[in-house]
């Protein structure tokens, strides 16, 4: 077996131990056994006066494989428990009696920033990355970083690292005395070397990081931190417990010490890493990595072609909000309206946008003006010579005429909500040029963006749109085409069973309580007010005509527009909105609920306003999942886990929930199937659950398994 460490012992008297484990040295116990190995060699050594630890090929360790987390692990004895953090990580490697210097460079998290941690100083590059991430997947960082790093930066600093699963540069990491110094890459060694050999030979501090205790605050002071970090994270996300479990065993060793403490913290590790929410989390992060890669596409490694310059055709409001997102990523924006009038409204409309946001950036006030100069609004074609990509914001067809004024590499996409793909483009010749884009059901504001491929679309167009999106700092998701079904009938079908169970009689904001309480952003009606109604219903429309049988009629949303109600857009809608943007529910909300009733003919079902929050939850989600698993059935999404993160990203569903598909197959599909299935009797064509749930069901699988056996 290949050595994971390796050793290599300068003239200087300084040894090199490497961490050797490619792409990102990533730690397991194996290279952890290897790396305890080679430091006691280098420690025997006569020749050896001081031991430089770095990693191979300019990354220092991306810390430990997460795909060894959130299974169920057999109970450890205390030996094993504390095995790495304190027999390696403590009296291996920090408790040397030859000085330990780390040579940072690339990325340092997790496990592998704890053992930077442990040495005696740290030299990195300015661009390295160091982080404690471990609470990203719902354990706590578990080789003494709970307590090294507050003694190193203080306990303010260190909790904000810590609870955030922040990363900070190692420009930043100087600035907050994580690291000692500063080095281009190319002398990175040789400065880490010097530096050890100068503690060596007490020309430096030799710094044990578990026993300092000049950068933490005294002990009341300390406190009353944790006291408010918890309060916080107890407000924020109340039903998780690891950011608390990590906040304890951070104060065990204020209280107790840090020795005591690092027992505390491998307990809560062995502990945490075998739970759900782990589970879940490692899920998520393995998801959004996937996303990155279309078959057929992203294998090729084609280079991403720049867009300078951007297109945009009608849409009014919500084209500018999309004006808004390019020209604060600097791209050049054409906006093209019909007339002058609609093209006085939406400069008016981007410029008033612009000055809002350099207003809540509180950034100066020529700002704005500095934006603004990167729009241009026109009512003909002239300035369309040199645009890269146009967006068309509502018309149905692409004209041959636009073809013919564009470049020949210009990429033509729709963002229209009825965006038909077989008539769009159908009379023009440039199909491996058009494809549909989405910014996310027309709220430009969340972070994700939806790539429909045509059958034609090329693949160097698809990479181009996905480098787009990653430069609007959205995650690109890829997906099929057909009937118009993507992410948004997902998101409709959700909402609209929320609508449902509101003209059934169950309270408007019980329903967003509940859903906040499972772990949402925001409730479904929030939501809808945050989309804007006039967006949802006329999305809402489109999917009745298209799929009349599933798609579900609500009377509410016409008759809230008919009293001009459209959301957070005029600071009404199922709530009222004040000048700071905070919401109250909307006092005549009864009052449209009774019209929407009276028009209704279907009976109110006293039944449905008994539901338990989570019987609440399910009758609203697993409508979306039916609709989920049609698009995956249908190969219109490349994988299922892509929805958890468009579910994550797009609905604001909790990552440590999993995301919908993985959420929902917990449950088993004969219980997803068997609920739909009543309710469809009693309710209607709405909830009845595809044929794909009914086959998963009857042949008691999962849900997710057996689509992976059809898509592979
Ligand atoms: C006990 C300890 O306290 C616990 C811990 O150490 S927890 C672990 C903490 N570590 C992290 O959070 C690092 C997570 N990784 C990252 O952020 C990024 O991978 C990175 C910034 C290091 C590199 O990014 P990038 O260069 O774009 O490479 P990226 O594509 O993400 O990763 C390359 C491969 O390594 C995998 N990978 C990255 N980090 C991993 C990890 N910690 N565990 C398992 N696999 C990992 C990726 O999934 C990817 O796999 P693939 O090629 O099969 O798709």
Redesign the pocket.
């Known amino acids: 077996m290949a050595w994971k460490t390796g050793l290599d012992v300068g003239a200087d008297g300084v040894a090199i131990v490497a961490i050797n484990n490619p792409?990102?040295n990533?730690?397991s116990v194996t290279v952890m056994l290897d790396l305890k190995r080679t430091i006691e060699g280098a420690l025997l050594r006569d020749d050896v006066k001081a031991i430089v630890v770095t990693g191979l090929k300019g990354k220092f360790s991306?810390?430990?494989?997460?795909?060894t987390?959130g299974g169920r692990q057999g109970k450890r004895t205390k030996k094993e428990l504390g095995f790495m953090s304190i027999e390696i990580v403590t009296d291996t490697l920090e408790g040397a009696k030859k000085p330990l210097v780390a040579a940072i460079d690339g990325?340092a998290?997790?496990?592998?920033l704890?053992i930077a941690l442990a040495c005696h100083a740290r030299i990195s590059t300015s661009t390295a990355?160091l982080?404690?991430?471990?609470l990203?997947?719902g354990?706590?960082?578990?080789?003494g970083?709970t307590q090294r790093l507050p003694r190193l930066v203080g306990l303010t600093k260190a909790l904000e690292m810590i609870l955030m699963?922040k990363r900070v540069s190692g420009e930043e990491a100087r600035t907050l005395t994580l690291v000692d110094a500063i080095a281009p890459a190319d002398k990175l060694l040789g400065v880490a070397r010097q530096w050890a050999l100068d503690i060596a030979e007490c020309r430096r501090p030799w710094i044990v990081s578990l026993y300092k205790i000049d950068r933490l605050e005294p002990f009341v002071e300390a406190r009353a931190i944790l006291k408010s970090a918890r309060l916080e994270v107890q407000r924020q996300n109340p039903n998780l417990v690891h950011q608390l479990v990590c906040i304890d065993v951070i104060e065990h060793g204020i209280v107790s010490g840090p020795r005591n403490a690092l027992w505390k913290e491998a307990e809560a590790?062995q502990e945490l890493r075998q739970s759900s929410t782990c589970k879940s989390l490692v899920h998520v992060?393995?998801a959004q990595?996937?996303v990155s890669?279309v078959p057929g596409v992203t294998e090729r490694k084609f280079l991403p072609r720049k867009f300078n310059k951007v297109a945009l055709i009608g849409g009014g409001s919500m084209s500018s909000e999309v004006a808004k997102l390019l020209v604060l990523n600097n791209y050049q924006v054409i906006l093209k309206e019909k007339d002058e009038k609609s093209l006085l409204e939406q400069i008016n409309r981007v410029k008033r946008k612009l000055q809002s946001h350099a207003k809540n950036q509180k950034a100066d006030q020529y700002r704005p003006q500095k934006f603004f100069s990167l729009v241009k609004g026109v009512l003909d074609y002239d300035d369309f010579k040199d645009v890269e990509l146009v967006i068309e914001a509502e018309a149905e067809t692409l004209s041959l005429n636009l073809e013919k004024i564009c470049p020949p590499h210009c990429i033509f996409t729709s963002n229209s909500l009825t965006f038909n793909s077989k008539s769009f483009g159908e009379k023009t010749n440039c199909h491996d040029r058009i494809a549909g884009i989405h910014f996310f059901c027309q709220s430009p504001n969340l972070p994700l963006m939806e790539i429909v491929r045509m059958k034609n679309t090329s693949p160097q167009v698809i990479i181009d749109l996905m480098d787009f999106g990653r430069k609007l700092r959205k995650t690109p998701i890829v997906v099929g085409d057909l009937e118009g079904r993507s992410f948004n009938s997902l998101l409709i079908k959700y909402l609209h069973a929320a609508i449902f169970l509101a003209e059934e009689g169950v309270d408007v904001y019980l329903i967003d309580k509940a859903f906040t309480n499972f772990g949402m952003l925001l409730g479904p009606f929030r939501m809808i007010d945050m989309l804007g109604l006039q967006v949802f219903e006329a999305i809402g429309k489109m999917y009745v005509e298209t799929f009349p049988d599933s798609s579900y009629r609500s009377k509410l949303i016409s008759i809230l527009r008919h009293c001009d109600n459209e959301g957070e857009s005029n600071a009404q809608g199922f709530y009222r909105y004040d000048n700071c943007g905070m919401a109250t529910p909307n006092p005549e909300i009864n009052k449209y609920l009774q019209k929407a009733e009276n028009t209704s003919y279907m009976a109110i079902e006293p039944e449905l306003t008994k539901l338990s929050n989570d019987e609440m939850v399910e009758m609203i989600l697993f409508p979306a999942l039916n609709e989920a698993c049609q698009l995956i059935s249908k190969g219109i999404v490349i994988r299922p886990s892509d929805l958890d993160v468009a579910s994550v990203l797009g609905m604001g569903f909790p990552a440590y929930r999993g995301g919908i598909v993985y959420w929902s197959d917990t449950f088993g599909s004969p219980y997803v199937h068997s609920n739909l299935e009543n309710w469809s009797k009693v309710h209607g064509e709405f909830f009845k659950p595809c044929a794909y749930i009914t086959e998963c069901a009857a042949k008691r699988v999962s849900l997710v398994v057996h689509l992976y056996f059809f898509f592979v």
């Open positions: 792409p990102l990533l730690l991306a810390g430990f494989d997460v795909t987390f990325p998290f997790g496990g592998g704890e990355q982080g404690l991430t471990e990203q997947y354990i706590l960082p578990g080789l970083g699963s590790l992060f393995f990595r996937q890669k």
